[in-house]
């Protein structure tokens, strides 16, 4: 099977239908995060159906396909959702999250199986150290031209081991990743920029020898364009600072942090269905 790509008004509604996958599997589950996985959906639409990501869905672990390293491993609904839509298992599989024994853990654990799903994620700050792994391995051992990607929540930017993975990232001049950082100002207990500020964000990147682009992360050209740049960028890793809003999509939950963590109640998850219709 050959992965789609769609034009931008088919990504749209791509990342419409990944936000209602999201709104059914958290309801049914009964627990974990909604914000995140709805303010990063069309994100995640960009990377798999924009053309951004090489990948084959028959064939996940296909030698020459980009990887996608999946850092703030809260956010994993969206990313199994997308994985889904694009076919890597069946989208029925998405209601079995968070049960006893699925491979649709709470947190993504890479032993379950589930295809497409490069790391396990979970711990905060760990998957973009191993995403310098990777793409170290890429560049110098294995010198092939397939690309790194990977996720970060902004307030996952506070943990120290980011900055160490940055430092590395820079001085090995990483081409071959690109990072992409949730930029909604909201974390598990507060905003960002009040509970440990981060701004200037991009000139804190630079110093680390990143390349860095900021883009509207609801607008699809502009993250397509922000990838294409990244892409092109020569001996620099690339950082994207893509602005969302948590919860984009529900105006109910929209740009409140007291959705980081929790999911909508059968009502809530109706009326959320309706406004994505
Ligand atoms: C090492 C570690 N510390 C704490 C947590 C608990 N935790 C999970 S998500 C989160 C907040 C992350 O904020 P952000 O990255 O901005 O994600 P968002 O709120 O945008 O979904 C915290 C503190 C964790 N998973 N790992």
Excluded at 29 to 46: R, Y
Excluded at 160 to 169: H, Q, R, Y
Excluded at 218 to 239: I, Q
């Amino acid at each position: 099977m050959e992965q789609r790509v769609l034009s931008v008004h088919e990504l749209r509604d791509m990342a419409k239908e990944i936000r209602r996958d999201i709104i059914r599997m958290l309801v049914e589950a009964k627990s974990g995060h909604s914000g995140g996985p709805l303010g990063s959906a069309d994100i995640f639409a960009t990377l798999y159906f924009g053309g951004v990501m090489r990948y084959r869905p028959d064939e996940p672990l296909w030698t020459d396909r980009d990887r996608f390293v999946l850092s703030a491993g809260h956010i994993c609904p969206v990313l199994y959702a997308t994985l889904a839509e694009a076919g890597f298992f069946p989208k029925a599989e998405l209601m079995t999250l968070r049960k006893f024994g699925t491979r649709l853990q709470g947190h993504p654990g890479r032993d379950m199986g589930l295809p497409g799903l490069e790391t396990s994620a979970g711990s905060l700050g760990q998957g973009l150290s191993i995403a310098v792994g990777i793409a170290i391995g890429g560049k110098y051992l294995a010198k092939s031209d397939w690309h790194v990607f990977a996720f970060c929540g902004d307030g996952e930017m506070q943990e120290g081991s980011i900055w160490e993975a940055l430092m590395a990232a820079g001085y090995y001049k990483l081409d071959n990743l690109t990072i992409i950082i949730d930029r909604n100002y909201c974390q598990i207990d507060g905003r960002t920029e009040q509970v440990m500020g981060l701004d200037p964000l991009g000139e804190k990147l630079s110093a680390f020898r990143l390349h860095v682009v900021e883009a509207n992360g609801h607008d699809f050209d502009a993250l397509l364009s922000a990838f294409r740049e990244a892409r092109s960028v020569k001996g620099r890793p690339t950082a994207i600072v893509a602005r969302t809003i948590m919860g984009k999509g529900v105006s109910f939950m929209e740009d409140d942090y007291t959705w980081h963590g929790k999911p909508p109640s059968k009502e809530q998850g109706e009326r959320a269905l309706a406004e994505l219709q």
